[in-house]
């Protein structure tokens, strides 16, 4: 079955430091896979997605995320966070005969100033 | 910019009550979907819907729940006995062409019931 983990579910960077969130999946072909964002009191923001391609991909907000198959791996990155990025980090998939994402269970990010 | 809008945002209810959750998708969308997140945990696929049927549930999904598409706009979930489990918030998602589409997700309603 599809399951996708977050391994870090809190973590605190300084304002201005570089940021990497990490997701790995488990699924027997590729997946597409994606990264949204949800701050507080509002939804899902998606971030950026893959579905093939070139690995590494670029999203909104000065993200973006490598897909590595050999380590069934999707980490998000920002070279440098700012206060406003503070929020949770939603890493999902969805395979190729399915609509349904499944999400990891979040990472959140505190930003110190 | 187009985004799915969901009302009520909140929503409180008795046990045992039925309460029906609103949403209206991006207007060129096809399909819909109805997803949960109960507090603190991680956020759960519960229906799909294409072409005024429903293409794929999850085991969430029971009798319970039900979902409609009542006009060109709306996409509703409906819970007919709430229980006390089911105090989430629900975000409706919708994707112009199905599972090669991202997801749109709506800000949620927060469903609490007593």
């Known amino acids: 079955a599809q399951s996708v983990t977050q391994p870090d579910i809190h973590i605190t960077v300084s304002e201005g430091a570089s940021l990497e969130l990490r997701c790995n999946y488990s699924?027997?072909?590729?997946?597409?896979l994606f990264w949204y964002v949800q701050s507080p009191g509002q939804g899902l923001q998606l971030l950026l997605k893959y579905f093939s391609g070139d690995t590494l991909v670029q999203g909104i907000k000065g993200f973006e995320a490598e897909f590595k198959r050999s380590q069934s791996s999707f980490n998000l990155r920002k070279p440098s966070v700012h206060w406003s990025d503070a929020a949770e980090y939603f890493c999902a998939v969805v395979g190729p005969n399915t609509d349904k994402l499944i999400f990891g269970t979040g990472t959140r990010l505190q930003v110190f100033p | 910019e187009p985004e799915v809008t969901q009302t009520p945002s909140h929503q409180v209810t008795q046990m045992g009550q039925e309460v029906i959750l609103r949403c209206v998708p991006i207007s060129n969308h096809l399909y819909f979907y109805w997803y949960r997140q109960i507090l603190g945990q991680k956020v759960e696929f519960l229906v799909s819907f294409y072409n005024n049927e429903i293409s794929e549930k999850s085991e969430i999904f029971d009798d319970q729940f039900s979902v409609e598409r009542p006009d060109g706009s709306n996409f509703t979930l409906k819970i007919r006995s709430t229980k006390l489990e089911d105090s989430a918030m629900y975000f409706c998602?919708?994707?112009?062409?199905?599972?090669?589409?991202?997801?749109?997700f709506g800000p949620g309603t927060r469903l609490t019931v007593t």
């Open positions: 998602a919708s994707s112009f062409n199905g599972p090669t589409y991202e997801q749109y």
């Open positions: 699924y027997g072909a590729t997946p597409y």
